[in-house]
């Protein structure tokens, strides 16, 4: 059985430079753009791609060939920032924090891609981003930005999760034990609009916008990020603890946080 798709930053691909690649065309029109990437590149940090190697028994690529996929519905500039993360660990070169760069909507788009595409890596990198992004610039998405959330992501999504989490806590101490939390708090919410009244409410009130030291922690320890079982990104809070208390090698996994729920 092969291993499931890397999902930390430390899991770097084994160059195979003699390889076959994907050509992979994304996008409609003028905007039309084909990328040539190596198959076993993309195969170790997509299940997707896995899936469609010449490698693979599902495949209908013959061995030894370059692969087409064509992926109208997805967006180059996207996926040109996901290659530039794969190979460079970060979405765009800049002097500036990416956070006050890419807008809220565009890291949407980079996390339904990673999700569409069995890509975790990009899925948690996409959290991150969009984490940053509020606690460095001291914004949140607006109405448009929290509805194409839910249009681009499925219930219980670890990004609504997250969203969720960041809005409900800036309520403290008045406002997060309100019962309308309840069906939002898991993400499984159908409709957006109490996420976005709540937070208009917000930006109205005494309240200001920011990540506390305890939500901070909670993503450092992995909580909305997406990972096989035993698996904690490098760094982290939890695997550096871990660490430091030189645990037995027996010990592979700690328990995550706990999720809110009402």
């Known amino acids: 059985m092969m291993p499931p798709p890397a999902s930390t930053p430390g899991s770097e691909h084994k160059?195979?430079?003699?390889?076959?690649?994907?050509?992979?065309?994304?996008?409609?029109?003028?905007?039309?753009?084909?990328?040539?990437?190596?198959?076993?590149?993309l195969s170790h940090y997509s299940g997707y791609f896995r899936s469609m190697s010449s490698t693979s028994s599902?495949?209908?690529?013959?061995?030894?060939?370059?692969?087409?996929?064509?992926?109208?519905?997805?967006?180059?500039?996207?996926?040109s920032m996901v290659l530039h993360y794969l190979h460079h660990r970060r979405f765009l070169d800049s002097t500036v924090h990416p956070s006050h760069i890419v807008s809220f909507d565009k890291i949407i788009d980079i996390w339904s891609f990673g999700?569409?595409?069995?890509?975790?890596?990009?899925?948690?990198?996409?959290?991150?981003?969009?984490?940053?992004?509020?606690?460095?610039?001291k914004t949140l998405p607006d109405r448009w930005s929290i509805e194409y959330?839910?249009?681009?992501?499925?219930?219980?999504c670890r990004l609504r999760k997250m969203l969720v989490a960041f809005i409900r806590e800036m309520w403290i101490p008045d406002?997060?034990?309100?019962?309308?939390?309840?069906?939002?708090?898991?993400?499984q919410s159908e409709d957006p609009e109490r996420l976005v009244w709540l937070m208009e409410?917000?930006?109205?009130?005494k309240h200001e916008?920011?990540?506390?030291?305890?939500?901070?922690?909670?993503?450092?320890?992995?909580?909305?990020?997406?990972?096989?079982?035993?698996?904690?990104?490098?760094?982290?809070?939890?695997?550096?603890?871990?660490d430091q208390r030189d645990?037995?090698?027996?010990?592979?996994?700690?328990?995550?946080?706990?999720?809110?729920s009402l």
């Not at 430079?17 to 029109?29: A, E, H, R, T």
């Not at 959330?149 to 219980?156: A, D, F, H, M």
């Not at 406002?175 to 309840?182: A, D, F, L, R």
């Not at 409410?201 to 009130?205: F, I, K, N, T, V």
Request: with cysteine; net charge negative; hydrophobic share 40%.
């Open 209 to 242: 916008i920011r990540v506390s030291a305890k939500t901070w922690r909670r993503l450092q320890s992995c909580e909305w990020h997406v990972h096989e079982d035993f698996v904690w990104c490098e760094g982290s809070e939890e695997a550096s603890l871990d």
């Open 149 to 156: 959330l839910w249009e681009r992501t499925e219930k219980g």
């Open 175 to 187: 406002g997060h034990q309100h019962h309308i939390w309840g069906q939002l708090a898991d993400g």
């Open 247 to 260: 645990l037995p090698a027996t010990k592979k996994h700690r328990p995550r946080s706990a999720s809110w």
């Open 115 to 137: 999700e569409a595409r069995i890509m975790p890596l990009i899925q948690n990198a996409a959290a991150d981003l969009f984490a940053n992004k509020i606690k460095l610039t």
């Open 15 to 41: 160059w195979d430079p003699y390889g076959p690649n994907f050509l992979i065309v994304i996008g409609n029109g003028i905007n039309q753009t084909i990328f040539n990437v190596s198959e076993s590149f």
């Open 58 to 79: 599902f495949s209908p690529i013959f061995p030894h060939n370059d692969a087409e996929i064509r992926l109208p519905g997805d967006d180059p500039e996207v996926f």
């Open 201 to 205: 409410a917000l930006l109205g009130s």
